[in-house]
């Protein structure tokens, strides 16, 4: 990629923590600023250079029809589509509707819900649009966003593990949760990419980076169980920040 | 210069504001007939979704309102459930909470004053336009948000959505020993936030006041973060719990979206200025100090030297977390077991977040389920101040031309640091105006 690619930051259904994201890298900022040009980041800078932009990093989940219409706009303008955050890559915490009726939630928060324009579902971003690459998270990592955008101007692929959560905490030699403290943990079927930080405060791993490729969550469901959640607390767990990611939504109907 | 009588003023993504939104102002015959701050960020349905949920999920699940100040979601959240089963936790975990929301004030702060609203005074269109010309004091700027976020990632495991709260107390409190380096981060950051004052002192800030009523939390002795009482400069006061009986939100005649008012009063102000008003003589030393060598007196009605207050709030979470840490003893017990309330319950929570007074709710089922939630963000709040701000300020510059006016009216919205992200919550008809809008 040349030197002067262009970056863009755009944004959907969420809560902005993901391009915050990109502004928390204190330490990598000015030099992530030096090596691309900023295309689009209205949070961050009232300039916009028109498109077509070299690499695209979408926050959010698609919720409104001119959401789809504006996502496509910025597919035909953006090289490189990075879905960043558990909304852009599984409909995030939003996607709680998907199971409800949304007409009774639309009634319950809007004094005069007949004027929103809301899509039954809240979707990731690869449900409308081709996407290059996702990362993983809620929120997703500071380092591993460093790391791809570093790949990405190198012209290489970044690596982005697909293993579970497990192997981090064995690099980081932390007991096990599930096996030493007898604590439920999604561990063995999240994705890694967070560093394991949950079990290293003691907590089990509350599944935010959404399913590993390989996970067998089926076969955690009885072990969580055994350690005392009740059904509706495992249904409540893998329900939460990636409830439209395929791997969950079939394990625990 | 310019002497056109109708004129719309229009900025369809606000830039360097938290969330997206757009502004609107329109002028006919020679006056500002309209102003709209129109929030088109999708709605979330956060009360919806929360119905049916666990008592101990609250504060997760909201943090995830928004990314800028998900510790003043977990706190409120935390409050309020603990509201509801009737337990006050103890003061060596409310000091560990306190702590953690030192962090978010310093990094939500510097955030604010160098990235997004002092290039506005130094007339940047972004802070890595202004590290170009001001590469040290941006390095300055980087450098206080890294010590607040360092409060939360050691604390709280990460900057955002931190993994670290519950229901009741921590998962695993730090030891001393923990937060030795970070008290040595916190000395530097120190001379930091005493020389962002001074540095944002100096700007030239255009003339203009405002007469909003000032609504603050007070706890007399402490200038608070995540407790006391709503106290407003012309001497209301009313319960946590009264919340909702003094704050309503309806719908205005010329606007799309929901706007909070006081009962029997109108519009209000809440944030860095209210606190500062209500509560300034509880500053630590230092900051009152700085705040009276910047120029501030009893309260500072002008918006725009509200970057001066956020520099003396963040100089202030400086000092108050060098002296927790300082005074740091580990809890007795991480967490004080919350059981459900084993009967219908209603628990309130409001803290101070970055921004001004957030508000939570929830009505729990006996086992601890959510039946109902109510969360009333500071945004929301401050919008029909925003509003007027905008409306008194663009009738008394109508002789600058369009380019000119649109990016004076943006600085204006700036000024209040509006978190478009946390407010869509309340969002009502403006995704069907901005569409009708866009087309037109």
């Given at each position: 990629?040349?030197?002067?690619?262009?970056?863009?930051?755009?944004?959907?259904?969420?809560?902005?923590?993901?391009?915050?994201?990109?502004?928390?890298?204190?330490?990598?900022?000015?030099?992530?600023?030096?090596?691309?040009?900023?295309?689009?980041?209205?949070?961050?800078?009232?300039?916009?250079v028109?498109?077509?932009?070299?690499?695209?990093?979408?926050?959010?989940?698609?919720?409104?029809?001119?959401?789809v219409?504006?996502?496509?706009?910025?597919?035909?303008?953006?090289?490189?589509?990075?879905?960043?955050?558990?909304?852009?890559?599984?409909?995030?915490?939003q996607?709680?509707?998907?199971?409800a009726?949304?007409?009774?939630f639309?009634?319950?928060?809007?004094?005069k819900?007949?004027?929103?324009?809301t899509?039954?579902?809240?979707?990731?971003?690869?449900?409308?649009?081709?996407?290059?690459l996702?990362?993983?998270?809620?929120?997703i990592?500071?380092r591993?966003?460093?790391?791809?955008?570093?790949?990405?101007?190198?012209g290489?692929?970044?690596?982005?593990?697909?293993?579970?959560?497990?192997f981090?905490c064995?690099?980081?030699?932390t007991?096990?949760?599930?096996?030493t403290?007898?604590?439920?943990?999604?561990?063995?079927?999240?994705?890694?990419?967070?560093?394991?930080?949950?079990?290293?405060?003691?907590?089990?791993?509350?599944?935010?980076f959404?399913?590993a490729?390989?996970?067998n969550?089926?076969?955690?469901?009885?072990?969580?169980?055994?350690?005392?959640?009740?059904?509706?607390?495992?249904?409540?767990?893998?329900?939460?920040f990636?409830?439209?990611?395929?791997?969950?939504?079939?394990?625990?109907? | 210069?310019?002497?056109?009588?109708?004129?719309?003023?229009?900025?369809?993504?606000?830039?360097?504001?938290?969330?997206?939104?757009?502004?609107?102002?329109?002028?006919?015959?020679?006056?500002?007939?309209?102003?709209?701050?129109?929030?088109?960020?999708?709605?979330?349905?956060?009360?919806?979704?929360?119905?049916?949920?666990?008592?101990?999920?609250?504060?997760?699940?909201?943090?995830?309102?928004?990314?800028?100040?998900?510790?003043?979601?977990?706190?409120?959240?935390?409050?309020?459930?603990?509201?509801?089963?009737?337990?006050?936790?103890?003061?060596?975990?409310?000091?560990?909470?306190?702590?953690?929301?030192?962090?978010?004030?310093?990094?939500s702060?510097?955030?604010?004053?160098?990235l997004l609203?002092?290039?506005?005074?130094?007339?940047?269109?972004g802070?890595v336009e202004?590290?170009?010309?001001?590469?040290?004091?941006?390095?300055?700027?980087l450098?206080?948000?890294?010590a607040?976020?360092?409060?939360?990632d050691?604390?709280?495991?990460?900057p955002?959505?931190?993994?670290?709260?519950r229901?009741?107390?921590?998962?695993?409190?730090p030891?001393?020993?923990?937060l030795?380096?970070?008290?040595?981060?916190?000395?530097?950051?120190?001379?930091?936030?005493?020389?962002?004052?001074?540095?944002?002192?100096?700007f030239?800030?255009?003339?203009?006041a405002?007469?909003?009523?000032?609504?603050?939390?007070?706890?007399p002795?402490?200038?608070?973060?995540?407790?006391?009482?709503?106290?407003?400069?012309?001497?209301?006061?009313?319960?946590?719990?009264?919340?909702?009986?003094?704050?309503?939100e309806?719908?205005?005649?010329?606007?799309?979206a929901?706007?909070?008012?006081?009962?029997?009063?109108?519009?209000?102000?809440?944030?860095?200025?209210?606190?500062?008003?209500?509560?300034?003589?509880?500053?630590s030393?230092?900051?009152r100090?700085?705040?009276?060598?910047?120029?501030?007196?009893?309260?500072?009605?002008?918006?725009?030297?509200?970057?001066?207050?956020?520099?003396?709030?963040?100089?202030?979470?400086?000092?108050?977390?060098?002296?927790?840490?300082?005074?740091?003893r580990?809890?007795?017990?991480?967490?004080?077991?919350?059981?459900?309330?084993?009967?219908?319950?209603?628990?309130?929570?409001?803290?101070e977040?970055?921004?001004?007074?957030?508000?939570?709710?929830y009505?729990?089922?006996?086992?601890?389920?959510?039946?109902?939630a109510?969360?009333?963000?500071?945004?929301?709040?401050?919008?029909?101040?925003?509003?007027?701000d905008?409306?008194?300020?663009?009738?008394?510059?109508?002789?600058?031309?369009?380019?000119?006016l649109?990016?004076?009216?943006?600085?204006?919205?700036?000024?209040y640091?509006?978190?478009?992200?946390?407010?869509?919550?309340?969002?009502?008809?403006?995704?069907?105006?901005?569409?009708?809008?866009?087309?037109?």
């Amino acid at each position: 990629m040349a030197a002067t690619a262009t970056l863009a930051v755009w944004k959907f259904a969420s809560c902005d923590g993901c391009q915050l994201s990109l502004l928390d890298c204190e330490d990598e900022l000015l030099s992530i600023a030096g090596a691309v040009r900023i295309g689009y980041f209205l949070e961050a800078s009232s300039t916009v250079v028109p498109g077509p932009y070299d690499v695209s990093l979408v926050e959010g989940s698609i919720t409104t029809p001119s959401d789809v219409q504006r996502l496509w706009r910025m597919r035909e303008q953006s090289r490189l589509l990075v879905a960043v955050g558990a909304c852009a890559t599984a409909g995030g915490i939003q996607a709680l509707r998907n199971l409800a009726d949304i007409a009774e939630f639309r009634a319950l928060v809007y004094a005069k819900p007949e004027y929103l324009s809301t899509l039954d579902k809240s979707e990731p971003v690869s449900a409308h649009v081709p996407v290059d690459l996702e990362l993983r998270g809620c929120p997703i990592d500071r380092r591993q966003l460093v790391d791809t955008l570093s790949a990405l101007l190198a012209g290489r692929r970044p690596d982005l593990p697909t293993h579970s959560v497990c192997f981090e905490c064995k690099a980081r030699g932390t007991p096990c949760p599930l096996v030493t403290d007898g604590v439920p943990c999604l561990g063995p079927v999240t994705q890694a990419g967070c560093g394991a930080i949950c079990p290293v405060y003691g907590r089990g791993c509350y599944g935010c980076f959404g399913p590993a490729a390989a996970a067998n969550v089926a076969a955690l469901v009885p072990r969580l169980a055994e350690l005392g959640m009740s059904e509706v607390d495992i249904q409540r767990v893998f329900r939460t920040f990636n409830t439209a990611a395929p791997a969950l939504a079939e394990a625990i109907r | 210069m310019t002497h056109r009588l109708d004129r719309t003023l229009r900025v369809a993504g606000l830039t360097r504001v938290e969330g997206e939104g757009a502004m609107r102002v329109q002028v006919s015959d020679g006056r500002v007939t309209d102003v709209q701050l129109a929030i088109y960020e999708p709605p979330r349905f956060f009360e919806a979704l929360l119905r049916g949920r666990g008592y101990l999920e609250a504060p997760d699940i909201t943090a995830r309102v928004c990314g800028i100040c998900p510790v003043a979601y977990q706190v409120a959240a935390c409050r309020a459930v603990e509201d509801a089963c009737g337990v006050t936790v103890p003061e060596d975990i409310g000091v560990l909470r306190r702590l953690l929301c030192c962090g978010e004030w310093i990094s939500s702060h510097a955030l604010h004053i160098y990235l997004l609203h002092a290039p506005d005074f130094l007339g940047y269109d972004g802070v890595v336009e202004m590290a170009y010309h001001h590469r040290s004091v941006v390095e300055r700027g980087l450098a206080l948000k890294k010590a607040g976020n360092a409060i939360l990632d050691l604390l709280g495991g990460r900057p955002i959505h931190p993994v670290n709260v519950r229901v009741g107390g921590f998962y695993r409190p730090p030891t001393r020993a923990d937060l030795t380096p970070l008290a040595e981060t916190l000395r530097r950051a120190r001379d930091d936030a005493l020389s962002t004052v001074r540095w944002v002192a100096g700007f030239d800030f255009p003339e203009f006041a405002h007469d909003h009523e000032l609504l603050a939390l007070v706890e007399p002795g402490r200038y608070t973060m995540d407790g006391g009482t709503p106290h407003t400069d012309r001497g209301l006061t009313f319960p946590v719990r009264a919340f909702e009986r003094h704050i309503i939100e309806d719908q205005v005649p010329h606007s799309t979206a929901l706007h909070a008012h006081l009962a029997g009063r109108g519009r209000y102000l809440t944030g860095p200025t209210a606190r500062y008003a209500l509560g300034h003589r509880w500053l630590s030393p230092l900051a009152r100090e700085a705040a009276v060598a910047a120029g501030l007196r009893y309260d500072c009605r002008n918006p725009f030297r509200s970057i001066v207050v956020r520099a003396v709030e963040t100089l202030h979470a400086v000092d108050e977390a060098l002296g927790l840490i300082a005074g740091y003893r580990p809890p007795r017990t991480p967490a004080v077991p919350v059981p459900p309330p084993g009967r219908a319950a209603v628990g309130y929570g409001a803290i101070e977040a970055p921004r001004g007074v957030l508000f939570h709710r929830y009505a729990l089922s006996p086992d601890g389920t959510i039946t109902a939630a109510r969360i009333v963000p500071p945004t929301a709040q401050n919008q029909p101040s925003i509003e007027d701000d905008l409306r008194r300020f663009v009738a008394a510059r109508l002789d600058l031309d369009d380019v000119q006016l649109t990016r004076e009216c943006e600085r204006a919205i700036r000024n209040y640091d509006p978190c478009i992200s946390c407010a869509t919550h309340f969002l009502d008809l403006t995704v069907e105006r901005v569409g009708r809008r866009r087309r037109a």
